[in-house]
């Protein structure tokens, strides 16, 4: 299986992407507004999911939510 983002186009690690959508972060008062660029996310072993990095802290995306840029 390849991770997929939102419009079909395969992702690879170290691969830019952009919020479609705002998202709330469970268990933190960080809003992901629409447009936001993640550089170099790392793929998990859940299709899925990626991992970003959001200023110290890393985060899972569902990439349902993600385009690739």
């Given amino acids: ?30 809003t992901l507004k629409r447009g936001k660029k993640f550089k170099n996310i790392h793929l998990t072993n859940n299709d899925e999911e990626v991992e970003c990095r959001e200023g110290k802290s890393t985060i899972v995306l569902k990439t349902c939510f993600l385009k690739k840029v």
């Fill in 1 to 30: 299986m390849s991770t997929k983002d939102s419009h079909g186009n395969v992702l690879n690690d170290g691969d830019t992407v952009q919020v479609i959508k705002d998202l709330k972060v469970k268990g933190s008062s960080i």
